[in-house]
């Protein structure tokens, strides 16, 4: 299974659409800008429903830009040969999107003051959500099973490496006051309060109205029947449509549906080895 991998400085990628020369460059040659706004996640967190709420503030609250443009073309995917090579002809701002764990991500950004949000999620609903999602892409690398998945996951034997690394490495950031932190979890239980944090982070001002517009164009529904952000016009080639769709279920502790109780177990008590050094109860799924 390693071996259908493609593998950078220890780090599993897809094969399609990644390469270790871009990646490398990516790495020592990309340049931000101060300008930049990037939204920085471990897959399956909720990316495209923040690159949604960034791509609607933008527009202040207006939806013909997320109805008439894909969603990758209004955020790329700054570590893919398209994204890599599109992005240095960009004009300001540029808004674009990753995946990659700290040790990957272009070094120039740490002497930029561009805005970097780095989105977390439960991690138990990572895997579920993650374990769907694998079995729609057009890959030879998917578990076959849940508890395949589960293992595949805890070992960092899956796309962008462990869960835990990518968190403990961005987390490093948090406190920089170009570097916001938020959850899906946040987002679900107070979705204006989070848009409204989100806002007065990039410096936007928006009116109520505006607000109201967003929240609305975001909603689960709105995204699911928008078929510029729903992925729907990915080819079959890359996509396998008749599997299900990236826009699942959109809930939290969709896990518990998934998790026997002793992977609940044993996932709790490798957490909480992974993740000791950070202060108890930080996330909403700590509690
Ligand atoms: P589920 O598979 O649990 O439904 P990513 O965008 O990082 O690939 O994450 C995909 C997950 O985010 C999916 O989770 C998807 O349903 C959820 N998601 C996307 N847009 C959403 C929205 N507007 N509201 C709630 N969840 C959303």
Not at 118 to 129: E, F, G
């Amino acid at each position: 299974m390693a071996s259908d991998y493609l593998w950078f400085e220890g780090i599993p990628f897809f094969k399609l659409g990644y390469e270790v020369e871009v990646l490398k460059s990516v790495k020592n040659e990309f340049v931000v800008r101060d300008e930049d706004v990037i939204e920085i996640s471990y897959p399956k967190s909720g990316t495209n429903w923040l690159r949604e709420i960034i791509s609607l503030i933008y527009s202040k609250g207006d939806p013909n830009w997320v109805q008439s443009v894909p969603i990758w073309d209004r955020s790329p995917w700054l570590e893919t040969e398209a994204g890599y090579e599109y992005l240095p002809k960009k004009e300001d701002p540029r808004i674009y999107s990753s995946h990659l764990p700290i040790q990957l991500f272009p070094k120039s950004v740490f002497h930029s003051k561009a805005k970097m949000i780095y989105l977390l999620r439960n991690p138990k609903d990572v895997i579920t959500s993650a374990f769907y999602f694998y079995r729609l892409l057009k890959t030879e690398t998917y578990p076959e099973t849940f508890d395949q998945c589960f293992e595949w996951f805890v070992q960092g034997n899956v796309p962008y490496g462990s869960w835990f690394d990518h968190c403990q490495g961005w987390l490093q950031m948090k406190g920089k006051e170009n570097f916001l932190v938020v959850t899906y979890e946040e987002l679900h239980q107070d979705l204006r309060a989070t848009v409204e944090k989100i806002i007065q982070f990039l410096g936007k001002e928006l009116g109520p109205e505006e607000i109201n517009s967003v929240l609305k164009h975001v909603s689960f529904e709105a995204m699911r029947d928008n078929e510029m952000s729903n992925f729907t016009l990915l080819p079959d080639t890359v996509m396998d449509h008749s599997q299900g769709q990236l826009l699942r279920k959109g809930v939290t502790g969709d896990w518990k549906h998934h998790f026997t109780v002793a992977q609940s177990e044993a996932f709790d008590k490798m957490y909480q080895e992974k993740m000791a050094g950070l202060p108890p109860g930080l996330f909403p799924w700590d509690s």
